[in-house]
């Protein structure tokens, strides 16, 4: 079947800051929300821009034509040069697994139905599948104090149930205690999502996601992704007395390190068809690495924005 | 052979206005409130663009008049879950609780037939009055007494079910302020969607030599963000030289900026063909008035924004208000009309300017003003067959043509309309 469209799997190595411009309370620096459910997500103009760039800065993975053809061209203003869009169309990066300090395992990655259903909405749309993904959904109705985890979960501990005398799984989020399962169906999709978002040789990563995975209610996911971001407080300093710059105090709000977000990318092959390119070229797609490590977002020089991006494609379901 | 396709989009939707968007520092790209039958039928028009160029079909493609440009499509409604959603009808109004706080009041706008009545009960608004262009042939129509505040979030779609219920003119007003108060208090009931929220996004153009951004390159774009299970529904029919050898199921960009959204068509199983039917509690009701009562009063509800040549007026309509032989289905310009009709009186919002961008001619299209989904018009049907004409009417498009060639607003689907009975209000000497 001819593919016209990956998903791309982005995992942020250190903090990433899509900006919202300034805030008005207590955080200067708000990172970008979606509107109605509040969750951090990258916009696909900042995901296009960095593909754009890092194109462009590897000249021998691409030509000046394929960027061109590609993610478009701007008219130089004449009559004759329109310029010309993009082929690739490349969708929000929407939240998948955001992480929270635990009392146990050190930090999980959390995650919630909410979350799987627009995944899922976004699989089919791509002709993709995820193992397990179809139980989940089906079967799982989670109470609000309730959270399901891998079978090789290291997030638990035992505490003193209801019963007298019994003692039941137990992890231990921010400031909240949850009464944890050890979910079959969401071992299966979790096991599976581990080797889509990780390189197949990335054995350690892949173990820490299913060892630290956990499927919240909507409602707790949305205290999380809401009040557990990362604030950073920032000082600039008076090059000559060496002292904090009057005024010169402000917090910025960050996508924690070990957030993982997903999106699509599309090519319209009725624009890639016109192109001038070299036949090994045609297939826009192809050119995408099987992971590309970009700097999405502000303060790149203060190490932030590094992310891991990996690409699945051609219905690549492990 | 005819294809109903379900559109989900996948981020939110920017669907552009007529407002330029250039090179200007702080410029803002704004959306409508709503998906306009254009995106949809020009996106469906380039899917099948799309079809027509890998079967090698030598057929113009990209220019106006072009076989592809006059596929009809029909759409868009609205689905959520397993219900079909139209734009609310404009003759029911939803107001703030009163003193009282017995929760939304609600006001049905229906005309007043009884014109003896008229002048004692001050009328003379609303193009009904004493210095009215319509005042001998429109009927005035009856208002709240008291100054009420509009409800502050009214429901901007309604469901199906409702919809069928309100056409067949059985809903009261109590009934509608338990609906409304229900609805609103947790906006979790199926009867309602709350208009659609708008996300403001901030951009800058960085320079590829800084890394910084570039000096005066602050822009924002505005979009639409729809509930996660929405989807749209359209149906357009490909002519014989274009068989499509498999079912729509794909990916394509919708709107401005190009976001996603996919497209899969709809089966028979799927029920696709009833969105498009009259259901037969609406015909059974249009009967049992022509049966019953001495006149039958038909509604028309614009289920999408239509063109109208005089305005907000339909052009099938006289100088009388009177439906003329214009008033029949493309395919049947040699059947004499089913109906005349007489318009008595219309609830018609403010209008929507309504632009689009023509890939054949590479520019903007014309900015025009319709008359709005959600419009009501109220007839008279003066003779023939309502529960034919009902029948064969029902979400068909009752927009005009345009003077101008290079819009084609029937095939795209404005003006697409439901219809349903109505009853003219007794004037309250009467009920009193």
């Given at each position: ?67 061109n ?45 909410l ?39 290291k997030?638990?501990?035992q ?7 019994s ?6 989020l ?36 299913t ?5 919240v ?16 407080p ?53 050119k995408?690495p ?18 891991r991006?990996?690409?699945i ?6 | ?8 989009p ?68 609205y ?5 079909v959603?139209?734009p ?14 017995q ?43 008291e ?13 199906a ?44 153009a ?11 390159q602050?822009?924002?774009?505005e ?87 005089k ?9 009388h ?86 819009f084609?607003d029937k ?22």
């Amino acid at each position: 079947m001819k593919t016209d469209n990956v998903i791309y799997m982005l995992h942020c190595m250190t903090p990433v800051h899509v900006g919202a411009g300034q805030g008005v309370g207590a955080i200067d620096m708000p990172m970008i929300r979606e509107k109605v459910t509040q969750w951090p997500y990258i916009p696909g103009s900042s995901i296009k821009g960095v593909h754009r760039d890092y194109f462009r800065n590897n000249a021998g993975l691409s030509s000046d034509a394929y960027v061109n053809i590609a993610f478009g061209k701007e008219s130089s203003g004449s009559d004759t040069d329109g310029g010309a869009a993009g082929a690739l169309v490349m969708s929000d990066a929407r939240i998948l697994v955001f992480p929270v300090a635990s009392g146990h395992g050190t930090f999980a990655y959390v995650t919630c139905p909410l979350v799987l259903k627009r995944l899922h909405r976004d699989l089919k749309a791509t002709h993709m599948d995820m193992p397990g993904i179809h139980n989940i959904l089906d079967k799982v109705n989670l109470l609000q104090k309730t959270a399901l985890v891998h079978e090789d979960s290291k997030l638990l501990f035992q505490a003193e149930g209801t019963n007298s005398g019994s003692s039941t799984d137990t992890l231990s989020l921010d400031e909240f205690k949850f009464e944890a399962e050890k979910n079959p169906e969401f071992t299966e999709w979790a096991s599976s999502l581990a080797k889509q978002i990780f390189p197949e040789d990335d054995t350690i990563s892949q173990t820490m996601l299913t060892e630290r995975i956990v499927l919240v209610s909507d409602e707790a996911f949305q205290y999380f992704v809401t009040m557990c971001s990362e604030i950073v407080p920032r000082i600039r300093m008076d090059t000559n007395t060496k002292t904090v710059g009057q005024g010169a105090l402000w917090n910025e709000e960050y996508l924690p390190a070990e957030a993982i977000l997903y999106g699509i990318i599309w090519c319209d092959t009725s624009l890639s068809g016109k192109s001038s390119l070299k036949n090994q070229d045609e297939n826009l797609l192809s050119k995408l690495p099987d992971q590309a490590f970009l700097q999405i977002g502000g303060n790149a020089t203060v190490g932030k924005g590094r992310v891991r991006c990996n690409y699945i494609q051609r219905g690549a379901a492990k | 052979m005819e294809h109903t396709i379900k559109i989900q989009p996948l981020d939110p939707l920017m669907i552009r206005d007529g407002r330029p968007f250039g090179k200007t520092a702080g410029a803002r790209a704004h959306t409508l409130d709503t998906v306009t039958p254009g995106v949809v039928a020009g996106t469906l028009r380039s899917l099948l663009r799309q079809e027509i160029l890998n079967k090698d079909i030598s057929v113009s493609t990209n220019k106006k008049g072009s076989p592809v440009s006059q596929i009809t499509v029909r759409g868009p409604l609205y689905t959520l879950g397993e219900s079909v959603y139209f734009p609310m009808p404009q003759d029911v109004g939803f107001y703030e609780p009163d003193a009282s706080d017995q929760g939304a009041v609600t006001f049905l706008r229906r005309p007043v037939e009884e014109k003896e009545h008229q002048d004692e009960m001050g009328f003379g608004f609303l193009g009904t009055g004493v210095t009215g262009l319509h005042e001998d042939k429109l009927w005035p129509v009856q208002m709240p007494v008291e100054l009420l505040k509009p409800l502050k979030s009214p429901p901007a779609y309604i469901s199906a079910d409702l919809m069928i219920r309100w056409l067949c003119d059985e809903l009261n007003e109590e009934q509608w302020s338990k609906k409304v108060d229900s609805w609103g208090s947790t906006k979790q009931s199926s009867s309602f969607i709350e208009a659609f929220p708008k996300e403001i996004r901030t951009h800058t153009a960085i320079d590829e030599t800084t890394y910084t951004a570039k000096d005066k390159q602050l822009f924002s774009t505005e979009s639409l963000v729809l509930p996660p299970d929405l989807s749209f529904i359209a149906k357009f029919k490909t002519p014989e030289w274009l068989e499509l050898t498999k079912d729509i199921n794909q990916l394509h960009s919708f709107g401005g900026k190009r976001r996603l959204a996919h497209f899969q068509e709809l089966t028979s199983t799927d029920c696709s063909e009833d969105i498009w039917t009259c259901p037969d509690a609406i015909l059974q009701a249009v009967e049992k008035q022509t049966v019953t009562q001495q006149t039958t009063y038909l509604r028309m509800v614009l289920a999408t924004p239509a063109f109208f040549s005089k305005g907000w007026i339909p052009g099938w309509l006289d100088e009388h208000l009177e439906s003329t032989d214009k008033l029949k289905l493309d395919h049947q310009e040699q059947c004499p009309p089913l109906v005349k009709l007489k318009l008595r009186w219309a609830c018609v919002p403010h209008w929507n300017a309504v632009s689009g961008w023509s890939y054949g001619a590479k520019k903007p299209k014309a900015v025009r003003r319709m008359a709005p989904a959600g419009s009501v018009y109220f007839f008279e049907v003066l003779e023939g067959d309502p529960v034919e004409f009902v029948r064969k009417f029902w979400l068909q498009s009752m927009s005009d043509r345009d003077r101008r060639l290079a819009f084609f607003d029937k095939e795209d689907g404005y003006g697409l309309a439901t219809w349903g009975i109505w009853t003219p209000q007794k004037s309250k000497e009467d009920t009193q």
